[in-house]
């Protein structure tokens, strides 16, 4: 299974965009980049998913390079309610395939 | 509308003793996974079902660790034996295609 490379901790200041970078150097054609968070004492919450293009919804973007190395979770407007760890994660589609968690990020947003 | 519910929320056991964890998934969803969560430490998956198919038990660390899911909706996992190595959080994810919705989790404490 492709594994994916995280910083421990980042911190961003409220009301700034929180960009969270991810290498995933050894992802297969049909793997698709996911991003999630949990935040303390809850289960973890899907944000978005890639597969190669660029994504946006409501909650945040992702950014995957075009040799899709590596990607980053942009959080526009970050707020004190987004303090939590981010997991970036590898996977098939994900009615098929589990989710391998690492360490993740913890990203704590400051007033 | 209803996510994933989990129960109980809280279980205390002695060591030795048998429990039962149950999960909800969201109505419709064809997929079913269950994690395990220690403290410090992201999710590790335990398996994973489509409708009553077990597909993927490749997670469950011991022969005590069974899961079922009779009627393609509710699930139950069930430790036997519980040992203190067996205390964490037991998280319950239910997918319709890309995304895992996850419940609360069940927080296990064997003493």
């Known amino acids: 299974d492709a594994k994916t490379t995280q910083p421990t901790s980042m911190d961003c200041a409220e009301g700034r965009a929180a960009n969270l970078p991810c290498n995933h150097s050894t992802i297969s054609g049909n793997e698709y980049v996911y991003w999630y968070r949990q935040i303390h004492s809850q289960g973890p919450q899907y944000i978005i998913h890639?597969?190669?293009n660029n994504e946006t919804n409501e909650m945040a973007s992702l950014i995957i390079t075009e040799d899709r190395k590596s990607s980053t979770l942009i959080l526009p407007h970050a707020t004190l309610r987004d303090t939590a760890v981010y997991y970036c994660i590898v996977a098939f589609s994900g009615n098929t395939g589990k989710l391998i968690f690492g360490q993740g990020t913890t990203l704590q947003v400051k007033p | 509308g209803a996510g994933v519910s989990q129960s109980p929320r809280y279980k205390v056991a002695k060591r030795g003793q048998d429990v039962a964890l149950r999960c909800d998934p969201i109505?419709?969803?064809?997929?079913l996974f269950w994690y395990q969560q220690a403290l410090g430490q992201g999710p590790e998956f335990l398996t994973y079902?489509?409708?009553?198919?077990?597909?993927?038990k490749s997670g469950l660390p011991s022969d005590r660790f069974f899961a079922e899911r009779p009627e393609g909706s509710v699930s139950t996992l069930k430790i036997q034996r519980t040992q203190q190595e067996d205390s964490a959080v037991y998280l319950c994810?239910?997918?319709?295609?890309?995304?895992?919705?996850f419940g609360p989790g069940t927080r296990l404490t064997v003493t």
């Open positions: 079902f489509q409708n009553e198919a077990q597909l993927d």
């Open positions: 890639g597969l190669k």
């Open positions: 994810a239910s997918s319709p295609a890309y995304e895992q919705y």
């Open positions: 109505s419709g969803h064809v997929s």
